[in-house]
């Protein structure tokens, strides 16, 4: 049985979809935290599969080679900084009260009539430093009041406002899901960001502007007086930035968003249009290394959006450590994965699912997208879903010479796959069942509708540009 296991092409294919209905039943039955699970299930595959202990886990004297750190560290040192230093970004932002700056702008520029596209676009555009539930707290308040004043049902103001943060917070760096599985299939930021762009604005489109006119006319909630009142409260509480100052100018909010953008595109195309060990290549790389392009926008923002508006560094040093607490279970997930990937390719497990597909005729993007949705729809998290399928896809896309466009069309997928059929498992259906006062009902046929076509229309897509790069 061991032997078969080992060496056999059905044992290796049984040991991938017994290691995934096991993280699955711990996650979902016995509710382990996604990250303990990924790591017990990867050792077990990894013995199973008869890796040697020396390199799984290493020895007392030295463990640095071993499949265990290197699984965590190569990935961890990819996108660590990264998701850090974008956590931070947005967290200035937020308090310096930029997004009520985009919000009133678009609102002035689009009129009552079209606030519902105003709103969509503020999530869009706000949505690209900013988490997705630090986004929904945020911008809540506005869409409450913009839905007061009109008369009409939240919905249609509340879903234009989640598309855009939810294509951003799947398809965007610096968010963790994109950039931690551009990390595990090794593909470059600048890559990531114009297929992301490609994707999510036709998927809010037809998600965020059609279906939302469309369902916010047949599904009636009114804005419940308390829950505007709340929301303000909350707000004050915590500091978003409504405190007596003048606000930031929307083009100062708007250069500090798209500074790192576009500092990584230069260097991307810097590294493809430039001879190669010049000095403006240099530069170009320099810059455009993410980490270093998300660096200097910090430092702007605590410069021209902190310190120089008034903020003292005691409130700017509080306001970095609250913001960076959710990221260390997140940095632990995308580490558990990252091993994981790397036992799957250690084994040859990646290897035999690569020759049955060619065998089959599976398109990989369409594999990607499959398995992404299976493991977002069982355990309900987007993160989990993207680094354990692309821990799975790593080892198959290794040796298919893939180009960097092609590679960041697959990331897509994965993400893509990662959003579709919010339902009960998932905290986000929660926090906007709760945020927009809409009942379990409701919040199915409005927020876990909505979710699925952005899944469906970016992986489509997704799948139609890869048909051409």
């Keep these: 049985m061991i032997d078969w296991l080992q060496h056999s092409t059905g044992g290796l294919l049984t040991l991938a979809v017994v290691s995934i209905a096991v993280l699955l039943l711990l996650i979902i039955k016995f509710k382990v935290e996604p990250f303990i699970a990924l790591i017990v299930v990867a050792l077990l595959v ?38 850090g230093l974008g956590t931070l970004l947005g967290a200035i932002l937020e308090a310096s009260g930029g997004a009520q700056v985009l919000m009133d702008k678009l609102m002035n520029a689009f009129g009552e009539k079209r606030a519902p596209v105003a709103i969509g676009l503020a999530g869009l555009i706000f949505g690209v430093p900013v988490f997705f539930d630090i986004g929904i707290f945020v911008l809540a308040p506005l869409v409450y009041v913009a839905a007061k004043r009109s008369g009409k049902s939240i919905v249609l103001f509340a879903m234009p406002l989640l598309a855009g943060l939810s294509v951003m917070h799947a398809f965007m760096p610096p968010h963790p899901g994109p950039v931690a599985a551009a990390g595990l299939l090794k593909v470059s930021l600048g890559w990531i960001i114009i297929m992301g762009l490609a994707v999510a604005i036709p998927a809010w489109f037809v998600g965020g502007v059609l279906y939302s006119y469309w369902i916010g006319k047949r599904i009636n909630v009114p804005v419940p007086e308390e829950m505007l009142a709340a929301a303000e409260a909350a707000r004050a509480e915590n500091g978003s930035g409504d405190d007596g100052r003048e606000p930031p100018s929307l083009g100062l909010v708007l250069a500090i968003i798209g500074l790192p953008l576009v500092l990584i595109l230069a260097g991307t195309f810097g590294s493809i249009l430039l001879t190669k060990g010049s000095k403006l290549y240099s530069v170009a790389t320099f810059f455009g290394t993410p980490a270093v392009a998300l660096t200097i926008s910090v430092l702007l923002a605590f410069w021209l959006l902190g310190f120089r508006r008034g903020m003292t560094r005691e409130k700017v040093a509080e306001l970095s450590a609250a913001s960076l607490k959710p990221v260390a279970m997140i940095l632990l997930v995308v580490g558990a994965g990252g091993f994981f990937g790397a036992v799957l390719a250690a084994t040859g497990i990646g290897k035999t699912l690569a020759n049955e597909l060619s065998g089959i005729g599976l398109p990989v993007i369409a594999l990607a997208y499959v398995i992404s949705c299976v493991i977002r729809i069982a355990q309900g998290s987007a993160t989990v ?74 992986f489509v897509v997704a799948a139609l540009i890869s048909l051409v790069v």
């Design 46 to 83: 990894a013995l199973l599969a008869g890796v040697p202990v020396e390199t799984l886990v290493g020895s007392a004297q030295k463990a640095s080679d071993s499949l265990l750190e290197k699984g965590f560290g190569s990935i961890l040192g990819h996108i660590a900084a990264i998701i």
């Design 385 to 458: 879903a993207i680094v354990t399928t692309a821990g799975i896809v790593a080892p198959v896309v290794a040796d298919l010479n893939y180009s960097q466009p092609q590679l960041a069309l697959v990331v897509m997928a994965i993400a893509s796959g990662s959003i579709i059929a919010s339902h009960v498992n998932d905290g986000g259906f929660w926090i906007v069942s709760r945020y927009f006062g809409l009942s379990v009902k409701e919040t199915l046929q409005s927020w876990t509708v909505l979710e699925t076509i952005l899944s469906v229309v970016g």
